[in-house]
Nanobody, 113 residues
Framework: VQLVESGGGLVQPGGSLRLSCAASGFTFSTTNIEWFRQAPRKEREWVAS????????AYADSVKGRFTISRDNAKNTVFLQMNNLNPEDTAEYYC???????RGQGTQVTVSS
């Protein structure tokens, strides 16, 4: 099982980023994938989940209406579209497959002017 995140970077407040999580080693289309984030000196925070189906999603209140999780089963990839970013979104973001207990290495998102 392997998860590899990409797409992080530095963005100004109000900007957007799209994170990707490329998966391999399991049957992707039926597997739940989640995004978490962790900022320095803060606890890990669940961000969003994709429940192995195109319309089965869930979001933390802190990102609802700004972030969208989606998946491309043909490419074994989950995306996290992040809009209207603010400095509080600064964190390392990683994807996680709870059914396998596996996570990626993470990608850093920094929101700063």
């Amino acid at each position: 099982v392997q998860l590899v995140e990409s797409g992080g970077g530095l963005v100004q407040p109000g900007g957007s980023l799209r994170l990707s999580c490329a998966a391999s080693g399991f049957t992707f289309s039926t597997t739940n994938i989640e995004w978490f984030r962790q900022a320095p000196r803060k606890e890990r925070e669940w961000v969003a989940s994709s429940y192995g189906g195109p319309r089965a999603t869930a979001y933390a209140d802190s990102v609802k209406g700004r972030f969208t999780i989606s998946r491309d089963n043909a490419k074994n990839t989950v995306f996290l579209q992040m809009n209207n970013l603010n400095p509080e979104d600064t964190a390392e973001y990683y994807c996680y497959a709870p059914g396998f207990g596996s996570r990626g290495q993470g990608t850093q998102v920094t929101v700063s002017s």
